[in-house]
């Protein structure tokens, strides 16, 4: 079936440092890729999402592009803050099924000042 | 607009209860799904409604139901609790048939504890 690996963590990098969090999937089909972000004790945040092979989804100054050769949608940053220190989630959904998300395990981000 | 939300935000029951949960989603979205997030097995696809219909069932026994209502609002039950159910409970609702149909929005979650 469908699933999605991501790097463990925690993750712990000083303000200002380059972010990546890598992300890979296998799904038949063209499944839609999103990265979710989790604050301690509140629900998960959409951070952002490609829908096809070769997108670039991007905010807040988070990018991810959809990368269908390798399978992958890994997540960039170039400049983190203390702020965005959280979990981070790597998701898909398959074509036809969009009521059901597929997480990866969740990766945290320490960031320090 | 208002966004997703949950009642009770916490729960304490013990193991043989049973536990209803609620879940409001945003203002014209008609899909709602749950999810189960546990430590161990992170997050888990329960199931999703759509029109009062379940539309996706995830891999849970049948001691875990849902229904959806008319106005969209969801409940979840779990009936003869166990230690394992004990977990962060999600809904997430999205507005199906548009281009932006595949985004969900998730509320804060009903934190569920089985003593």
């Avoid at chain 1, 790597?90 to 074509?95: D, G, H, I, R």
């Avoid at chain 2, 997050?43 to 995830?58: A, C, I, P, V, W």
Wanted: with cysteine; net charge neutral.
């Amino acid at each position: 079936g469908d699933s999605v690996t991501q790097m463990e963590g925690p993750v712990t990098l000083s303000e200002e440092a380059f972010l990546t969090i890598n992300c890979t999937y296998t799904a038949t089909g063209y499944p839609s890729l999103f990265w979710y972000v989790q604050y301690p004790g509140e629900g998960l945040q959409l951070l952002l999402k490609a829908t096809k092979a070769d997108d670039k989804g991007s905010n807040k100054g988070f990018e991810a592009t959809y990368r269908k050769e390798t399978t992958s949608f890994h997540l960039e940053k170039g400049s983190v803050q203390v702020s965005d220190s959280a979990v981070y989630f790597c998701a898909l959904t398959s074509s036809g099924n969009t009521g059901k998300l597929i997480f990866g395990q969740g990766t945290t981000l320490q960031v320090k000042p | 607009k208002a966004g997703v939300t949950q009642t009770p935000r916490y729960l304490i029951k013990t193991r043989g209860q049973q536990v209803t949960l609620s879940c409001s989603p945003i203002s014209g979205h008609r899909s709602v799904s749950w999810y189960q997030q546990t430590p161990g097995q992170g997050l888990q696809f329960l199931f999703e409604y759509f029109s009062e219909t379940q539309r996706n069932k995830g891999n849970f026994p049948g001691r875990f139901s849902g229904r959806q209502f008319s106005n969209s609002r969801s409940e979840m039950n779990v009936s003869t609790l166990e230690l394992g159910d004990s977990a962060l409970y999600l809904c997430a609702s999205s507005l199906v048939g548009t281009d932006r149909g595949d985004e969900q929005f998730f509320g804060p979650g009903t934190r569920l504890t089985v003593l």
